[in-house]
């Protein structure tokens, strides 16, 4: 159904009830409906509008004798035919420039301060994909975790550092992590990660290595998840788990949160803000990554100076979330940050 399907009593109705619902989260009624339409119409007959509303598929009944809600399908509608998106002041765009300001920061840290500053403002949460390197290795170390694990710490000559824990070979001690480290920073001058891995991978199947067998496993182990991955940067977890007043939905968004953990989802979500151009609205089960949750998300990819996605930010909220307002917000980040990285 378009929004063109609908007469306007019909559409000056239904808007309300999406306003309605967006401000407060509530069911709407037709008495509240009939103090706030400009339709001189009875209750009576707005619930007769409601009523085809619903057998529209657009609202819904959440229980007896309640209000009416928007189904998925109904703000969908919303949101394409008749959501007004809002402008950005020139001090809200001034602050965001301000703010991701890359001076003094490096990239993660810069991708990092654009998360925490749109979770701030849209008092979601939000996530930036950082993009993956093609850069050159500047240093890698090993940082003992525990008898049998340890972080992998890889710094690239354009700022980024990634972290990563993985399984160490039994037996293997720090002697042999500091060897690790030493042969695999020898490699890694002027070269990306793919470079190194190929290189470290021939000496490794021609047995030039100089190197014990533990830390040749720990080696050959490592490089083995070596691809310059996306990095996933999540930030106000907390705004989108305040509202939530049921166990079973807190475990939902707790499930989203380490589904979004998973690097396939993170592709997946790469996958779907680079379809099309411009800024993509998600709502519920549109995408199967947010249907069990009932979350929203907005997201925009951001470019580099070849204008290639190199990655993504947006924004996760309830379905009520204010797209008005939210959708400038992340279009214009992910625009200053695709600038900061020419």
């Known amino acids: ?101 890359v001076d003094g920061r490096n990239m993660e840290e810069m991708l990092t301060e654009a998360s925490t500053m749109l979770s701030g403002l849209s008092n979601c949460a939000s996530l930036v994909i950082a993009p993956k390197s093609d850069s050159s290795v500047k240093q890698i170390e090993f940082v003992r975790l525990g008898v049998d694990r340890a972080l992998v710490i890889i710094v690239t ?42 290189a470290i991978q021939r000496e490794l199947d021609n047995h030039q290595a100089e190197l014990d067998d533990l830390t040749q496993d720990l080696i050959a182990h490592d490089i083995a998840s070596w691809g310059g991955g996306e990095t996933l940067i999540v930030r106000g977890h907390a705004n989108l788990l305040q509202n939530v007043q049921a166990l079973e939905d807190l475990e939902k968004i707790r499930e989203l949160f380490d589904t979004l953990e998973v690097k396939k989802e993170r592709i997946k979500l790469l996958e779907l803000a680079e379809k099309g151009s411009g800024v993509k609205i998600f709502i519920g089960s549109e995408n199967n990554l947010f249907s069990l949750s009932g979350t929203s998300m907005i997201i925009s990819p951001y470019h580099n100076s070849q204008e290639q996605v190199v990655g993504a930010i947006g924004v996760i909220g309830p379905a009520r979330l204010n797209y008005a307002r939210i959708v400038p917000m992340v279009d214009y980040t992910a625009k200053v940050i695709g600038k900061l990285l020419d």
Do not use: W
């Open 1 to 101: 159904m378009s929004i063109q399907e609908l007469n306007e009593r019909s559409r000056i109705v239904f808007r309300h009830i999406v306003e309605t619902y967006m401000h407060t989260g509530e069911p709407v009624g037709s008495r509240t409906l009939s103090r706030i339409t400009e339709l001189d119409l009875s209750p009576a007959s707005i619930r007769n509008v409601m009523a085809d509303l619903a057998d529209a598929g657009l609202l819904y009944s959440p229980h007896t004798s309640a209000g009416r809600l928007p189904t998925q399908q109904g703000l969908r509608l919303f949101v394409d035919g008749i959501l007004e998106i809002g402008n950005l002041t020139e001090a809200e765009r001034a602050d965001i420039k301000a703010r991701c300001a």
């Open 157 to 198: 000559a354009n700022g980024m550092v990634e972290n990563r824990a993985i399984e160490l070979p039994p037996g293997l001690t720090d002697s042999g992590l500091r060897e690790a480290a030493n042969y695999l920073n020898a490699k890694l001058a002027g070269r990306t990660l793919h470079e190194t891995k190929e």
